[in-house]
Each structure stands twice: as structure tokens, then as C-alpha cells.
T-cell receptor, first 112, second 119 residues
Framework: KQEVTQIPAALSVPEGENLVLNCSFTDSAIYNLQWFRQDPGKGLTSLLLIQSSQREQTSGRLNASLDKSSGRSTLYIAASQPGDSATYLCAVPYNQGGKLIFGQGTELSVKP | DTEVTQTPKHLVMGMTNKKSLKCEQHMGHRAMYWYKQKAKKPPELMFVYSYEKLSINESVPSRFSPECPNSSLLNLHLHALQPEDSALYLC??????????????????FGPGTRLTVL
């Protein structure tokens, strides 16, 4: 059974700091891994999707890496800004279907 | 345009009411999803429609009734709900149900959600 874990549950950093969010999964036979951002009371915004054949994906100040063998993914945020404050969720598909297994999320707070 | 819209944004209803949530996308996606999210928890899948047909029902109580009238529209009909059904209801879509092996096809796009309160 696939389980997805995100540590820490909450993180507070000063503005301008580079930071790393962690996501781990128990079954390394994943097809892809998706990172989302969720603002309080809002929907999820897709940030990056990494296919199993890829090692990393970049979008602006965001860089997501994937290491299937160790069951880990990281989301690197460069030069953090207060506007980056949100909950970040990672998710992997269940088997070959589209049902997503989510981690519990990391609540990020970037202080001015 | 990668937008999924949901109406209403907020809904308050009594346990005897009947109401509906609406979701719309114009990206040509053929898979649409309903998720339920409680506070401080990740979303939980409720239903999946693929090509306007119900593909997945995650053992959701019958007081929730989904409907997909066409490829762009997804409804969730609510009847005789319980206070514990209060949550954020999220709609999502993707190009297809199942994994096609491309970032553009596998990515799920979410709407802003409907905040439901059952009194």
C-alpha cells in the first residue's frame, strides 16, 4: 500500500531564505509525482509534475527533484517571499490510475 | 487557459435541504473529479468521471449524487446531508483518466472549491 509522508508539518522561515520541502513515499514504483500549493480555504494549484523517468523539473524559483530508488522528492524554493506562504502538498498516482495519494502537507510561513 | 471554475463559493444548508454544486472546465479534459477536504487534511477522492461516465465511486454515501451532463460540466447533488459533511469540496480535471505518460496529460487541475456548511 502506497503511503506518502511530508516532513515537517509546518515550517517558518525569514524572507529571502532558500528552503527545501520533503516528500517520501513507500512504494518506489511510482509513475509520476506532483507538487501542489494550497492557500487557506482555496483550491490546489499544480506547481510541478515529475515523470518517473525524470530527475528534476524547474519552474521559476521552484525546483522539484525525484529519487525513486530512495522514495523521496524535494521541492526547493529559492529566495523565499511572503507570497510563498501556503500549504504545499505532494501526491503520487495510485497504481496506473489517476487517483492521487496525497501527503499531509507542509504549511510554510515566510516572514517579512 | 488552465481554469476550473466552481459555484457557489460558499454554501450553507440545513439537513433537509437539497442543493447542488457546479464545476466547469473548458480545457477539453475528458476526466473530472470530486474531492472532499476537511480542515488541515489532504483532499480525499469521492468520484471520477471519464468521458461523461462514472468510473470511480469511493464508497461515497448516496446523499451525494454526482452528475456529468456533458464533457465540460460536473455537478454534485446534495440531499439530507449531515453536519460532518461540512468541508471544502474541490473539483478537478485532467486530459484523461489514468496515466498517459505526459506531464500535460497527467496533471490534475483543481478549482477553487465550494465551502459547504451543514447546520
Amino acid at each position: 500500500k502506497q503511503e506518502v509522508t511530508q516532513i515537517p508539518a509546518a515550517l517558518s522561515v525569514p524572507e529571502g531564505e532558500n528552503l527545501v520541502l520533503n516528500c517520501s513515499f513507500t512504494d518506489s514504483a511510482i509513475y509520476n509525482l506532483q507538487w501542489f500549493r494550497q492557500d487557506p480555504g482555496k483550491g490546489l494549484t499544480s506547481l510541478l509534475l515529475i515523470q518517473s523517468s525524470q530527475r528534476e523539473q524547474t519552474s521559476g524559483r521552484l525546483n522539484a527533484s525525484l529519487d525513486k530508488s530512495s522514495g523521496r522528492s524535494t521541492l526547493y524554493i529559492a529566495a523565499s517571499q511572503p507570497g510563498d506562504s501556503a500549504t504545499y502538498l505532494c501526491a503520487v498516482p495510485y497504481n496506473q490510475g489517476g487517483k492521487l495519494i496525497f501527503g499531509q502537507g507542509t504549511e510554510l510561513s515566510v516572514k517579512p | 487557459d488552465t481554469e476550473v471554475t466552481q459555484t457557489p463559493k460558499h454554501l450553507v444548508m440545513g439537513m433537509t435541504n437539497k442543493k447542488s454544486l457546479k464545476c466547469e472546465q473548458h480545457m477539453g479534459h475528458r476526466a473530472m473529479y470530486w474531492y472532499k477536504q476537511k480542515a488541515k487534511k489532504p483532499p480525499e477522492l469521492m468520484f471520477v468521471y471519464s468521458y461523461e461516465k462514472l468510473s470511480i465511486n469511493e464508497s461515497v454515501p448516496s446523499r451525494f449524487s454526482p452528475e456529468c451532463p456533458n464533457s465540460s460540466l460536473l455537478n454534485l447533488h446534495l440531499h439530507a446531508l449531515q453536519p460532518e459533511d461540512s468541508a471544502l469540496y474541490l473539483c478537478a480535471s485532467s486530459q484523461v483518466w489514468g496515466l498517459a505518460g505526459g506531464s500535460s496529460t497527467d496533471t490534475q487541475y483543481f478549482g477553487p472549491g465550494t465551502r459547504l456548511t451543514v447546520l
